[in-house]
């Protein structure tokens, strides 16, 4: 049974930085990709960054310079690091592991990031 369990959320002011983390159990790198996506109020959730089994790494259009996704394979954790935060980067941010290949799909319980002053 795949968990993902986030950790790392809170409060930032703009400008500042993040680190999110998300630690999977049952999944196994080469089989599963992993990512982040963001949720707004009243909208579906969003791609934020996505590795593949192969190693490469996509990013929204909006993120691309500012967040970085990498992995540990040891650990089974994928983070997202977010710096220069600003305030339309807050939502609500989902761990998501996807098996290639299929329609499988779990999700982490969220965590929230809010970027004000």
């Known amino acids: 049974q795949v968990q993902l369990v986030e950790s790392g959320g809170g409060l930032v002011q703009p400008g500042g930085s993040l680190r999110l983390s998300c630690a999977a159990s049952?999944?196994?790198?080469?089989?599963?990709?992993l990512g982040w996506y963001r949720q707004f109020p009243g909208k579906q959730r969003e791609l934020v960054a996505r590795?593949?089994?192969?190693?490469?790494?996509n990013y929204a259009d909006s993120v691309k310079g500012r967040f970085t996704l990498s992995r540990d394979i040891a650990k089974n954790i994928i983070y997202l690091q977010m710096n220069s935060l600003k305030p339309e980067d807050t939502a609500v941010y989902y761990c998501?592991?996807?098996?290639?290949?299929?329609?499988?799909?779990?999700w982490g319980q969220g965590t929230q990031v809010t970027v004000s002053s």
């Open positions: 998501n592991a996807h098996r290639e290949g299929t329609m499988m799909d779990s």
């Open positions: 590795i593949r089994t192969g190693g490469i790494t």
């Open positions: 049952g999944i196994i790198f080469g089989i599963w990709s």
